[in-house]
């Protein structure tokens, strides 16, 4: 089984850029969630998608958006980047209800805004 | 809203010590409670998780942590560390209202570092 793959694994963007992150769900999970890891602090959640629609989000500002594919892989979006926007992006899948499998995460995405 | 608690944000121990490293939750309402493990430059893995059943849960790479209702506490053990330890773990929560069914998010805490010294 193939777990999830996130795409690029590093990236440098200038102030007011936009960036789109990619994410490969692990087969069979039909639901993705995207989390912002800033140096030195635990993963905090952005939002999640399931079948195609946002499901819950977390308190993140609208210029943070996303996608979900018919294929579950996901994308994030994000505008008119700021310097606190450097971080580490972790997209992770899981199967919903089913809470005993907890979530798959991939290696994450490093955003550095210069 | 949940929150958690890790208590010291780095922990050193003597390889073949006795791994404690702590988390403790806010909510009133028993969660579903996991550990993850996140190696240098890497993605998160998941240690263990307790969901319903038994309070003391076994997880990977000889790990095991106890779920204390009246402690609201989940703290996690190894009797023996190796070098292959060091990492940092997390400590996530769910929602209160979470019930069990349908998606859920996860409230992470700020992380302990474990240094493993030879």
């Known amino acids: 089984e193939t777990g999830v793959t996130q795409s690029p694994t590093h990236l440098i963007k200038t102030r007011g850029q936009q960036v789109t992150l990619r994410c490969s769900s692990q087969?069979?999970?039909?639901?993705v969630s995207w989390y912002q890891q800033a140096l030195g602090q635990g993963p905090q959640f952005i939002f999640q998608y399931y079948r195609e629609e946002e499901n819950g989000r977390g308190n993140f500002p609208p210029r943070f958006s996303g996608l979900q594919f018919p294929n579950y892989s996901s994308e994030l979006n994000v505008n008119a980047l700021e310097l606190d926007d450097s971080a580490l992006y972790l997209c992770a899948s899981s199967l919903v209800g089913a809470v005993n499998y907890g979530y798959t995460f991939g290696s994450g995405t490093r955003l550095t805004v210069v | 809203a949940q929150s958690v608690t890790q208590l010291g944000s780095h922990v050193s121990v003597s390889e073949g010590a006795l791994v404690l490293l702590r988390c403790n939750y806010s909510?009133?309402?028993?969660?579903?409670l996991f550990w993850y493990v996140q190696y240098p430059n890497q993605g998160l893995q998941l240690l263990l998780k307790?969901?319903?059943?038994?309070?003391l849960v076994k997880g990977i790479n000889g790990f095991e942590a106890e779920f204390k209702k009246s402690e609201t506490s989940f703290h996690l053990t190894k009797p023996s560390a190796h070098m292959s330890d060091a990492a940092e773990y997390f400590c996530a929560v769910t929602p209160e209202e979470y019930s069990g069914a349908g998606s859920y998010q996860l409230t992470f805490g700020k992380g302990t570092k474990l240094s493993v010294i030879p």
């Open positions: 307790y969901t319903t059943g038994a309070t």
């Open positions: 909510s009133s309402v028993p969660p579903y």
């Open positions: 087969s069979g999970h039909n639901t």
